[in-house]
């Protein structure tokens, strides 16, 4: 799954890219936002690519850590999931 600007998850996602990607987008309110089965579809690791603005002068450990929080009841039946935080491009004034 590619990179999208948000909106709903894609009709093409698996249930747990669904719920994954619902839960991120209530508790980032990301302006991109991406989550891949990366186990074939059996759930047990994910890719996550998240642009936030709640990022903006946060460590990539403590961006992370957010994203880990969300998700803190999904990652205990997960083998692993790797995060890939980011910030919007500033705007001009």
């Given at each position: 799954?590619?990179i999208?600007?948000?909106?709903?998850?894609?009709?093409?996602?698996?249930?747990?890219?669904?719920?994954?990607?619902?839960?991120?987008?209530?508790?980032?309110?990301?302006?991109?936002?991406?989550?891949?089965?990366?186990?074939?579809?059996?759930?047990?690791?994910?890719?996550?690519?998240?642009?936030?603005?709640?990022?903006?002068?946060?460590?990539?450990?403590?961006?992370?850590?957010?994203?880990n929080?969300?998700?803190?009841?999904?990652?205990?039946?997960?083998?692993?999931?790797?995060?890939?935080?980011?910030v919007?491009?500033?705007?001009?004034?």
């Amino acid at each position: 799954m590619a990179i999208r600007r948000v909106s709903d998850a894609p009709r093409s996602a698996t249930d747990g890219e669904r719920h994954i990607y619902n839960k991120l987008l209530q508790g980032l309110s990301p302006t991109k936002l991406a989550v891949t089965d990366s186990s074939g579809g059996c759930g047990s690791m994910y890719v996550v690519e998240v642009e936030a603005e709640c990022f903006r002068n946060i460590s990539r450990v403590k961006q992370t850590m957010m994203v880990n929080r969300l998700l803190k009841d999904e990652l205990k039946e997960m083998h692993g999931m790797r995060v890939l935080c980011s910030v919007p491009p500033a705007t001009k004034p």
